[in-house]
T-cell receptor
Framework: EPEVTQTPSHQVTQMGQEVILRCVPI?????FYWYRQILGQKVEFLVS????????KSEIFDDQFSVERPDGSNFTLKIRSTKLEDSAMYFC?????????FGPGTRLTVL | GENVEQHPSTLSVQEGDSAVIKCTYS??????FPWYKQELGKRPQLIID?????GEKKDQRIAVTLNKTAKHFSLHITETQPEDSAVYFC????????????FGAGTTVTVRA
C-alpha cells in the first residue's frame, strides 16, 4: 500500500538557520498539506496546496514559511530563519479528496 | 474557524472492556470526521471516518457515531486489547470547500492487561 514518506526523520538546526523538510506524497493524490505537532499537543494545520498553489494557510504560516512542489513527486516546507518555538514534529499529508494520509513526520529541533 | 473539543484527555480501561471518546465541533459546515490513532513516535494513522450523511459506521471492534444536531461524534472501541493503547485524535473538516483538518487535543488510551 503506498504511503507518504518524509525526510529527514530528525533535523537539528541552530536558531536563525534555514531548513527544508521534504515529503513525497502518494503518487495519485492532488492535495498536499503540512501540519505540525508540538510535543504533547494537538496536531495543527499549517498549509494546504492544490494545483501548484497554496489553497489555505493558518496564522502560524507566516512569511518565514514557504512551500514548493519543485517536481512531480516532492513537496517541501521551508522555514527561512528558524526560531526556538519552531521545534516540533512536522507532518506532511496528502489526499485525493477528504481522506488524508500522513507521513511519518520530521522532528525539528531548533537550538 | 472550527474548534474541536475532545474528552477525556486520558482513559484507562481493563483489557476486554469498552472505551468511548467524545468530540464536539463548532462549525455546522463540517461534514467529514476522521479518527486517527497515533502510537508513540509514529505517524497519525486513520482508523475510521464518518461523513455527515450517515449517523453511524462500524469496522470490526471500532465504531463511530455522529449527531449533527448536537454537533458531536464519538469513537467506540469494544473488546479492547493492549495494542489499542495509543493516543487517539478526532478531527473535522468541511470538504469540498475546506479540506484542512481541525484536530481535537487527543485522548491517551491505556489498556491494562
Amino acid at each position: 500500500e503506498p504511503e507518504v514518506t518524509q525526510t529527514p526523520s530528525h533535523q537539528v538546526t541552530q536558531m536563525g538557520q534555514e531548513v527544508i523538510l521534504r515529503c513525497v506524497p502518494i503518487s495519485n493524490h492532488l492535495y498536499f498539506y503540512w501540519y505540525r505537532q508540538i510535543l504533547g499537543q494537538k496536531v495543527e494545520f499549517l498549509v494546504s496546496f492544490y494545483n501548484n498553489e497554496i489553497s489555505e494557510k493558518s496564522e502560524i504560516f507566516d512569511d518565514q514559511f514557504s512551500v514548493e512542489r519543485p517536481d512531480g513527486s516532492n513537496f517541501t516546507l521551508k522555514i527561512r530563519s528558524t526560531k526556538l518555538e519552531d521545534s516540533a514534529m512536522y507532518f506532511c499529508a496528502s489526499s485525493q479528496g477528504d481522506t488524508q494520509y500522513f507521513g511519518p513526520g520530521t522532528r525539528l529541533t531548533v537550538l | 474557524g472550527e474548534n474541536v473539543e475532545q474528552h477525556p484527555s486520558t482513559l484507562s480501561v481493563q483489557e476486554g472492556d469498552s472505551a468511548v471518546i467524545k468530540c464536539t465541533y463548532s462549525d455546522s459546515a463540517s461534514n467529514y470526521f476522521p479518527w486517527y490513532k497515533q502510537e508513540l513516535g509514529k505517524r497519525p494513522q486513520l482508523i475510521i471516518d464518518i461523513r455527515s450523511n450517515v449517523g453511524e459506521k462500524k469496522d470490526q471492534r471500532i465504531a463511530v457515531t455522529l449527531n449533527k444536531t448536537a454537533k458531536h461524534f464519538s469513537l467506540h472501541i469494544t473488546e479492547t486489547q493492549p495494542e489499542d493503547s495509543a493516543v487517539y485524535f478526532c478531527a473535522a473538516s468541511s470538504p469540498p470547500n475546506d479540506y484542512k483538518l481541525s484536530f481535537g487535543a487527543g485522548t491517551t488510551v491505556t489498556v491494562r492487561a
